[in-house]
C-alpha cells in the first residue's frame, strides 16, 4: 500500500512537472510570437517611412517653391521716409496664404501646408460664377480672410501693376461682389485698410491683432521674394506683442529667426552668412534658430524644428539688434 502511494505520488509530481514544462514552453513560443510579430509592425513602419521619405521631400520643395511666390518685406533701416511715397497698413497676426479661384472652385493654401476648397464669389470660385479666374494674396485669420494684395485677375497679370492700381481693383472689383454674398461665404473676406496718417493711428481701432506696420510704395509693382520698395516698422503702437519681445531682447539680448541651412552654414533669406552648424543630419532645409546678438558678431545658441517656411532677412536682425525710431520727412 505504501509503495503504491509512493508510486502514485511519483506519477503525480511527473505531470505537474510536465504541465509546468508545458505551459512554461506554451509562454515561451507565445512571447517569441509578439517579439516576431513586434518587429514584423516595426518593419512594416520603417519600409513606410523608406517608401514616404521621397515623397515628403517632394512635397517641402513644393511647399518651398510655393513660399517664394509671396512677396516678403525688408526691416526698417532707420533712413527718412517721404509718407506721401506709401500706403500705410497695419498687418494682421495669422497664416499667410493665397486664395486661387478657377473652374468654379475656391482653394485657400496656406504657408504650412494646408489646404482648403470652398465655394465664393470671386471669378470663377463657385458654380455660378464659373467664367473667370482671380489669384489673391492674404492672411488667414480664424475664419476671416484679409486681402493683402491681387496677383491675377482673368488673363492680365496683376503683379506688373502698380501698387495704386491693384488697391482700387480690389476694393472697387472684388470687396463689393464679396460683401454682397457674405453671409452664404465659408470664409468672410475683408480688406487690410489703408491708414491715412501715422499719426491717427493710435485712435484707429483694428479687428484683428496689430503685427507691425507695412510701408508699400505707391507706385510698386508685386515682387516674388524680396520687396525692397516695401518695409516693415515695428513699436510698441503697431505691434501688439512687441512688449513682450523688447523686452526679451532688452533682458537676454536674444532673439528667434527662421534661417536657410545650405551646407552648414545659417543664411537669411537674402544670402547673409550668420553663422556655422555641424549637424549629421543634412535633410533639414529650414531651421528655427536662436541667436545672441553681441557687439560684433552672431552666436548660435539652439535649432528647433521648422515653424515656418519663409525665412527672416538680414534687415530684421539689423533691426533688433539697433531698433532703430521711424524718421519721418
Known amino acids: 500500500m505504501n509503495m503504491n502511494q509512493l508510486i502514485v505520488e511519483r506519477e503525480s509530481d511527473n505531470i505537474r512537472r ?5 505551459i512554461f514552453n506554451q509562454k515561451r513560443f507565445w512571447l517569441k510570437e509578439e517579439e516576431k510579430q513586434y518587429t514584423e509592425e516595426i518593419e512594416i513602419e520603417f519600409n513606410k517611412l523608406k517608401l514616404e521619405e521621397p515623397t515628403l521631400k517632394l512635397e ?93 485677375w482673368g488673363k492680365m497679370d496683376m503683379s506688373e501693376q502698380v501698387a495704386e492700381l491693384r488697391y482700387f481693383w480690389i476694393k472697387g472689383h472684388i470687396l ?22 501715422i499719426y491717427e493711428l493710435q485712435k484707429t481701432i483694428f479687428p484683428y491683432t496689430k503685427n507691425g506696420l507695412l510701408f508699400i510704395r505707391k507706385d510698386s509693382h508685386y515682387f516674388a521674394g524680396v520687396n525692397p520698395e516695401c518695409f516693415i516698422y515695428q513699436d510698441e503702437f503697431t505691434d501688439e506683442n512687441f512688449k513682450e519681445e523688447c523686452l526679451k531682447y532688452k ?15 545659417l543664411e537669411t533669406r537674402d544670402g547673409y552668412k550668420i553663422a556655422q552648424y555641424q549637424s549629421s543630419k543634412n535633410t533639414k532645409e529650414i531651421v528655427d534658430a536662436k541667436v545672441t546678438i553681441t557687439n560684433n558678431e552672431l552666436i548660435l545658441v539652439d535649432i528647433k524644428d521648422p515653424s515656418k517656411f519663409l525665412e527672416d532677412p538680414y534687415s530684421k536682425i539689423m533691426f533688433w539688434k539697433l531698433l532703430p525710431r521711424l524718421k519721418i520727412q
Not at 18 to 22: E, G, H, P, Q
Not at 90 to 105: A, F, K, N, T, Y
Not at 176 to 197: A, G, H
Open 18 to 22: 510536465m504541465s509546468r514544462l508545458a
Open 251 to 265: 533682458f537676454d539680448n536674444s532673439i528667434t529667426l527662421t534661417l536657410c541651412h545650405f551646407q552648414n552654414q
Open 176 to 197: 463689393s461682389q464679396l460683401r454682397q454674398d457674405q453671409e452664404s461665404e465659408d470664409y468672410i473676406f475683408e480688406w487690410i485698410p489703408v491708414i491715412p496718417s
Open 60 to 152: 517641402q520643395q513644393n511647399l518651398r517653391k510655393f513660399c517664394k511666390n509671396f512677396q516678403s518685406f525688408e526691416y526698417y533701416n532707420g533712413e527718412p521716409i517721404c509718407v506721401n511715397d506709401y500706403f500705410i497698413r497695419i498687418l494682421p497676426v495669422g497664416l499667410r496664404c493665397i486664395v486661387s479661384s478657377h473652374q468654379g472652385v475656391t482653394v485657400l493654401k496656406t504657408i504650412n501646408g494646408l489646404k482648403y476648397k470652398f465655394s465664393s464669389s470671386l471669378p470663377g470660385g463657385s458654380s455660378k460664377t464659373m467664367i473667370g479666374r482671380c489669384i489673391l494674396d492674404c492672411f488667414l485669420c480664424a475664419n476671416t480672410v484679409y486681402i493683402y494684395d491681387i496677383i491675377q
